[in-house]
């Protein structure tokens, strides 16, 4: 079977993919990932991409580089394509400047095999503050039907990125941000980019507390 589950028993509102075409380092991520949530393991880019979490958002992903059809940066790519920002850890034997510094771009982790299970304790904590926002985000995306840019336009707007450098980070014009903003308004209902951020966090705030 391409895509194998496991539910773990901790916390059950997180899901981590694992996308590595070595099955015995796949199944032992998978145990040592399964007491903190649902582990969802593939062994190609296509089934990676593919794989939906259980529920929501993915927590975070933990990615093989070499994969038989392409590498973890076109699992990566495809997510940003779809305005899905999943903390990622990119996990290789070969650890080379150019993968570091493009995963960097990419917003990932690297870390050289064999891994301690430390650095993957730490690698949850760091993203955990991160996957409340991206519910929220991603549950305004399905309840208000946005675009995938509206979407990226509100989850950067959310983090806390400044509106000056908004169209910068989605590489788009001021013209075509606006527009984006405007029809993001239209779906949502706010009075303001400031007034859609503000209940978006409000909403972040009450799925924490």
Partial sequence: MAVQRKSGSSNAEEAYLVVDDDVRFAGSMRRLLAPHGDVTVTHCVRDAVSAKPPRGVWTAAFLDFDLPDGTAFTVLEAFE????????????????NSLANRAFELGARVLSKPIASEHVRLFLESVRGEVAVRRVVDHWRIRYGLTTAETAVLRDGVEGVERGTLAERRGVSETTLRTHVRHMLQKTGDASMSDAIQRALREVIVGRG
């Fill in 81 to 96: 394509g779809r305005a899905e920002m999943v903390p990622a850890m990119i996990i290789t034997g070969h650890l080379a």
